[in-house]
């Protein structure tokens, strides 16, 4: 089993900035990548940005230039650092862990509780 903790969330001004930290733990060792969902109300839960235990990144077109997806293997944690934060990005941003990977992320079975973001204009 893995454990995914979500923190960092918040109330911010638009073309401000936020930065979400997601800790895993657990039998990590089975995870090959992780990524940042997000769902505002009345939506669909919707890929953000996913990164590979090799480093590979990928980005939702609507986040790309303004948001950073990284890691720190050594504290079993991936970070999201969005800036130029617009009111269409208030939702709550949920993380998650997958043992595969191929080519694409495809989410797994390990979610986080979820931490909201809210952006006022």
């Known amino acids: 089993q893995v454990q995914v903790v979500e923190s960092g969330g918040g109330l911010v001004q638009a073309v401000g900035s936020l930065r979400l930290s997601c800790v895993a733990s657990?039998?990590?060792?089975?995870?090959?990548?992780m990524a940042w969902y997000r769902q505002a109300p009345g939506k669909q839960r919707d890929l953000v940005a996913d990164?590979?235990?090799?480093?590979?990144?990928n980005y939702a077109d609507s986040v790309k230039g303004r948001f950073t997806i990284s890691r720190d293997s050594a504290k079993n944690t991936v970070y999201l650092q969005m800036n130029s934060l617009k009111p269409e990005d208030t939702a709550v941003y949920y993380c998650?862990?997958?043992?595969?990977?191929?080519?694409?992320?495809?989410?797994?079975?390990?979610w986080g509780q979820g931490t909201q973001v809210t952006v006022s204009s």
């Open positions: 657990g039998s990590i060792f089975s995870i090959n990548a």
């Open positions: 990164i590979t235990n090799s480093g590979r990144t």
């Open positions: 998650n862990a997958a043992r595969n990977y191929y080519g694409h992320y495809q989410p797994g079975d390990y």
